[in-house]
């Protein structure tokens, strides 16, 4: 069979210890004067102290949840228009990089939020710049063209080319004091882009290289940066997987597990990355083949079996939830269907209706 794929990945990225401080060179080159910046609560005083010595810095949007919702999108959204702003800055994990994409996506025209959330307007084809600095080794929001927003009982995933970074900045020293259990949840989500987006029905030559290395990279350094934070390299090489990971996924999507993720958030309140491990390692099992074989051993594994135990004893040394019994009373039948209805698990390469998934789920009660 003739080799035929189509690859794009526009974001211009800067990668590496101590690039977060040629934010300033970066506004430069892109001739950006008036940002608004968005972030969490835990990075406020640092962005304060950036407005204060850097002008072009209009305004700052910090109350991003953890689940980021629509309303924070409504209230960065006004700035941008208020303020006239030509670009908005989204430093933090996959919340307020989201946060950054949706408000950024729809600041030059007058509609409001929620029109675009539920699909009634289209995202325009203008939009203000978008720089996306990840401080958590995960979600690969700053190479994606992806936004997942919750409003209400809602969480929807929102897929535009809009929602592309004009630039990303990985700067490994901002991870340094994410907490542990943060740190596992973050890098484990890194390895679940990467497996999905090699197993999606999707996949494609130049994502699976970059899978095939992600795993790798998250294989050998999540333990060590979950146990000893301050190593630098450790941290390093799971941002380096984080990125790798987005890239890995961005074309293909995902699969079965982010399929599961948003009932487990949703209904029982896991965080983002403890949702998709949740159900990670038993895909792994499911969707064993000879491709997922293959990857294993170039990423220094024995095979798909090793996978899945060392993905349960990462998820064991963090105390990460493993079982329903520990998500409160479970509706197992509604779960199933829940997560069977998704979009994403089209996706996943061994078919799974309400009763697989079902199955699956007894199986971790």
């Known amino acids: 069979m003739a080799l035929e794929f189509a690859y ?21 080159e892109l001739g950006l004067r008036r940002c608004v910046l968005v972030c969490g609560r835990h990075f406020a005083p640092t962005a304060q102290q950036m407005q204060q010595q850097d002008g072009r810095i209009v305004a700052i949007f910090s109350e991003v949840e953890q689940n980021p919702q629509l309303s924070g999108v409504e209230e960065t959204t006004r700035l941008c228009r208020t303020l006239q702003a030509d670009a908005v800055i989204g430093v ?98 890194a390895l679940a882009h990467a497996l ?27 333990e060590t940066a979950y146990t000893d934070g301050d190593n630098l390299q450790a941290r390093a090489n799971m941002a380096y997987a984080a990125l790798l990971g987005g890239m890995s996924f961005a074309l293909p999507k995902t699969a079965g597990c982010h399929a599961c993720s948003y009932p487990l958030s949703e209904d029982y309140h896991l965080p983002h990355g403890e949702a998709c491990a949740f159900t990670l390692d038993s895909f792994v099992r499911i969707n064993a083949d000879e491709r997922l074989e293959l990857l294993c051993r170039r990423a220094g594994l ?18 990460l939830r493993r079982r329903l019994s520990e998500l409160g009373e479970v509706d197992l039948d509604k779960l199933a269907r829940d997560c069977a209805a998704h979009g994403l698990m089209a996706n996943n390469p061994v078919p799974m209706d309400a009763a697989a998934l079902r199955a699956m789920f007894a199986q971790l009660a």
């Not at 004009?166 to 890098?187: C, K």
């Not at 079996?305 to 004893?313: F, K, M, P, S, Y």
């Open 8 to 28: 794009r990945q526009p974001v211009k990225i800067y990668f590496g210890a101590g690039k977060f401080a040629r934010l300033g060179e970066i506004l430069d």
């Open 92 to 189: 933090g994990g996959g919340s307020a990089i989201d946060t950054a994409k949706f408000a950024a996506a729809i600041a030059l025209e007058d509609g409001e939020p929620i029109a675009y959330y539920r699909g009634e307007r289209p995202f325009p084809a203008k939009r203000l710049s978008i720089i996306a600095v990840p401080t958590t080794a995960g979600t690969g929001s700053e190479v994606t063209q992806v936004s997942v927003i919750s409003h209400v009982a809602e969480k929807r995933t929102i897929n535009d080319p809009a929602f592309m970074p004009s630039v990303a900045i990985v700067d490994p020293e901002l991870s340094r004091s994410v907490p542990p259990r943060t740190t596992m949840n973050t890098g484990l989500d």
């Open 196 to 222: 999905e987006g090699y197993w999606s029905k999707n996949h494609q030559p130049i994502s699976d290289l970059m899978a095939v290395e992600a795993v790798r990279l998250v294989m050998e350094n999540l």
């Open 302 to 319: 024995s095979g798909t079996e090793e996978l899945a135990q060392r993905i349960g004893a990462l998820k064991e040394l963090a105390g």
